[in-house]
């Protein structure tokens, strides 16, 4: 294997270990380690909402740092239904995400964000972007959960 893909592996192994730990008796859905990119595309990444999504890339990845602007999270199919779940560890996320893209448990989405179609077939996913709208953010233990359904 060779050293980029080992970083990919390792890095979405870690987050998957991490933001997974514990869930038993669910069916374990496809994942996928991505860089998330706050903002709305229409404002040139101001506001609120996702910018870009980005599957990890290995060589960035490993020298990647975390910025106000973006994290590293974990995103994955949902199994009981058309949508995705994004899942961030509480760790990335500075303090200005927090308060802008987190407030009162809402996560706002001022325009569709786009999926890149290598993650849309790597996860199986029946949709290609996440639309507009205001989306609950859960808690978890040591993450932020938020499911982007589309019907």
């Known amino acids: 294997m060779s050293t980029p893909a080992y970083t990919i592996a390792k890095r979405h192994e870690r987050l998957n270990s991490m ?6 008796g669910i069916k374990p859905a496809r994942s996928l380690s991505c860089d998330v990119v706050f903002g709305s595309p229409n404002l040139g990444c101001r506001g609120t909402g996702i910018c870009k999504l980005n599957a990890n890339d290995g060589v960035k990845a490993a020298i990647a740092q975390q910025s106000c602007k973006s994290a590293s999270g ?8 058309p949508g995705v779940a994004l899942l961030i560890p ?5 303090t200005n995400i927090l308060r802008s893209q987190f407030r009162h ?6 325009s569709p ?6 993650m849309v077939t790597a996860l199986g996913l029946h949709c ?3 639309a507009p709208g205001n989306y609950p953010v859960q808690q978890l ?3 932020f959960r938020i499911d982007f359904r589309t019907f």
């Not at 933001?19 to 038993?24: S, Y």
């Not at 509480?90 to 500075?94: D, K, S």
């Open 90 to 94: 509480r760790e990335f996320l500075c």
């Open 141 to 143: 233990d040591g993450y």
């Open 105 to 110: 448990g809402v996560f706002k989405m001022e």
């Open 74 to 81: 974990l995103l994955m199919s949902q199994s009981e239904g």
């Open 19 to 24: 933001l997974l730990h514990g869930q038993t």
């Open 113 to 118: 964000c786009r999926i890149p179609r290598s």
């Open 128 to 130: 290609d972007h996440l």
